[in-house]
């Protein structure tokens, strides 16, 4: 058996780094973790500590399983309750491999599916190379070769078509290629395996990665074991062992001794073999990888009755078949049932030899038929080349066929109608096509004269807000400064203007900022960006640039939302919400009035209430607001403030954009209330 990385020599290079004492990083990292854990639950809501308790629970791959699941699970809630995509990813990845390492790979899959989810939100090639290459190798272990195969052409297609790739990126395509070649290999395509580990090692070398390097020997190594090239194996795992031992890696080392064993018992160097294999049962007693313990213990006990110690064989092959039963793996229940029908028929005990030679036969056909009915990509694609090709070729027998009855029943008669058909049947594609095109035209004509009439529509609106608020107060601005300028009035004549020309200056800017983004949005189309925001935060950020206005007119606003009320929204488009909204509100209540802003929860969004006792609306205008027109409007407010209709329209579009709805309630002489909603959560 082949050792799959799991993306664990990248993730733990890239997320913690490596040393040569592990054990000390995961001492550390359990220091930092216990830091934490004093801290109360919302000081613990904070991405750094999420990264933290992730690179502890990777750290513990093959060291302690259940700290894997235990920290990994308290990252998932905690990466949900702020929205941490990337922690989630991690943390499904790292729940995933626990799941595999316990043989419930449907749960591996799902979980690890899940995770892919989540890096197509976010559109990160990094984590989803992450996850292809593990879905790959749940879908191996469980026998679904097929899918496996797919999900790393998958990401190998991703990878290869991007430029720009970062060092990380460039690393998971090493390893997605030799996670590529392990498949191959274990179809028994070791030609094929080896081409695509040549692949990573490239890359690897290419990148410098010498830790990659040397695993990428190993798994080589294991793959020349069976193409019987055992110089070069040795060669290989020789070159790696070092590197492991420079480098602390544990899990790596005892694999490379393995294979490193199993090729002395093919040349039939026993006394080697188990010296080496010994060597790496005792790191194996500390690494929880129960999968390549198992192949070790099976390879012990095939060396054991190399040497015809049975006793010490079966020890060994009983611990390698219980292990193989738990891990509910075909493959290595398979040689374990091989290695023990030997040694029984070795020892003369037929019926046990038979009982597990049938054993061996039935796991043999299963794996045989299920790679058979679920062969890898390539191979399955040759086949159904091969099928398309004789079914073409029979199709075409038949036709000739049938053509020769014709000519031989009808001669030149059936010629001519056979002709008459064809010439038929190609005006008629013709005829087909040109309609086709046709219809192609017609819609792209129709969806322009959509287009023309809404920009024509945009134009009207703009004409139409500059004609009647713009103009005005910027020729009056302007005829006033030329009376100054020729001396007409004196500058203690016009400062007696200036509250005045100030207030209309500030009703140009605030209107030219609405028609600014409101065209912007027409022309262009506004795209919602959402993101956690407290609401309350926003309103009150509001409220205090519109003081000034409001204490003129000695207007009170009380600002009630809860903290932390938090809504997925667009901050920049909900912030102009508010503030259209709240100048309204001050432009139509008199002086003395008040203004309140609430929101309470409804289901899965807030609803937000502005309210005034300010002058009110009549039904006929608040439909007339509220309707898709093309011209507004001039309003004045209580102290001949103007207003155009246009922010209140533009409030209706941004609240739709972020998936909320507008609607008014009001009395006239008693006041308005504003009503709008926002979504507590993103969008599914």
């Known amino acids: 058996m082949v050792q799959k990385t799991l993306s664990i020599w990248l993730f733990f290079l890239v997320c913690i780094g490596y040393s040569n004492a592990q054990h000390k990083q995961l001492d550390s990292l359990q220091n930092l973790i216990q830091t934490y854990s004093n801290l109360p639950l919302e000081k613990r809501k904070d991405s750094s500590y999420i990264d933290l308790i992730n690179q502890y629970s990777l750290a513990n791959y093959y060291v302690d399983k259940d700290s894997i699941y235990y920290y990994a699970k308290e990252s998932l809630a905690l990466s949900k309750s702020i929205g941490y995509t990337k922690g989630e990813i991690e943390a499904l990845i790292n729940i995933a491999f626990y799941e595999s390492e316990l043989g419930r790979q449907t749960n591996a899959i799902h979980l690890a599916e899940k995770a892919l989810k989540k890096a197509e939100e976010i559109q990160s090639l990094y984590y989803l190379l992450i996850c292809y290459s593990n879905i790959a190798t749940f879908y191996e272990y469980s026998g679904d070769i097929q899918n496996s195969v797919e999900y790393s052409l998958r990401g190998i297609y991703l990878a290869e078509n991007k430029e720009d790739k970062t060092q990380a990126e460039i690393s998971y395509l090493s390893l997605i290629y ?3 070649g392990i498949t191959y290999g274990i179809q028994k395509e ?45 060669k290989n795992v020789n070159a790696s062992i070092p590197i492991f031992e420079k480098y602390g890696y544990q899990d790596w080392l005892a694999y490379a001794l393995k294979v490193k064993g199993q090729l002395y018992v093919e040349i039939k160097d026993y006394e080697k073999a188990l010296n080496i294999f010994m060597r790496s049962l005792d790191l194996y007693e500390n690494i929880e990888d129960k999968r390549e313990k198992t192949s070790l213990l099976n390879g012990i006990a095939r060396t054991y009755m190399g040497i015809k110690e049975y006793d010490l064989a079966q020890h060994y092959a009983d611990q390698a078949l219980k292990n193989a039963q738990q891990l509910n793996s075909f493959e290595d229940l398979k040689a374990c049932s091989k290695t023990l029908y030997l040694l029984y028929k070795k020892l003369g005990e037929y019926d046990k030899a038979l009982t597990y030679h049938e054993e061996f036969k039935r796991y043999n056909d299963s794996i045989f038929n299920l790679e058979n009915s679920k062969s890898i990509a390539a191979n399955e694609a040759q086949l159904d080349f091969i099928a398309k090709e004789n079914k073409l070729i029979l199709e075409n027998e038949k036709k000739l066929n049938r053509q020769r009855l014709w000519i031989y029943l ?227 407010g209580t102290q001949n403030e103007k207003g155009t209709g246009l922010g209140l329209n533009l409030c209706k579009e941004m609240i739709v954009k972020n998936r909320g709805k507008l609607w008014i309630k009001s009395e006239l002489g008693k006041g308005s209330t504003f009503y709008f909603t926002l979504p507590k959560d993103l969008e599914d």
């Open 410 to 636: 009808y001669s030149f008669g059936g010629m001519v109608l056979l002709t008459i058909l064809f010439f038929t049947q190609r005006s008629r594609k013709l005829e087909r096509k040109l309609n086709s095109l046709l219809a192609n035209k017609n819609f792209d004509l129709k969806k322009r004269e959509r287009e023309l009439q809404e920009l024509n529509e945009t134009k009207n609106k703009f004409f139409s807000i500059i004609a009647h608020d713009l103009r005005a107060p910027i020729a009056s601005l302007n005829g006033l400064i030329d009376l100054l300028k020729d001396n007409q009035i004196n500058a203690k004549d016009f400062m007696q203007f200036a509250p005045q020309l100030s207030e209309q200056v500030k009703n140009i800017s605030f209107t030219l900022n609405n028609l600014l983004i409101w065209g912007q949005a027409q022309m262009k189309g506004a795209k919602s960006k959402p993101e956690p925001c407290d609401i309350g935060k926003l309103a009150q950020q509001n409220v205090q640039l519109l003081s000034e206005q409001a204490q003129k007119k000695h207007i009170v606003i009380q600002q009630r939302i809860a903290p932390k009320s938090i809504a997925y929204v667009d901050r920049e488009q909900i912030n102009l919400v508010f503030r259209n909204i709240i100048n309204n509100a001050i432009k139509f209540t008199e002086n003395n009035g008040k203004i309140y802003i609430q929101a309470k929860e409804i289901g899965n969004e807030y609803q937000i209430e502005i309210s005034d006792n300010g002058v009110g609306m009549d039904p006929e205008f608040i439909n007339d607001l509220t309707s898709d027109k093309t011209t507004f409007n001039t309003t004045y």
């Open 190 to 234: 070791y030609k094929k395996a080896l081409e695509f580990l040549d692949k990573a090692q490239e890359i690897n070398i290419k990148t410098n990665n010498t830790l990659a390097q040397a695993e990428t020997m190993s798994n080589m190594a294991s793959f020349q074991l069976k193409t019987k090239e055992y110089e070069k194996g040795l």
């Open 178 to 180: 030799e996670n590529l």
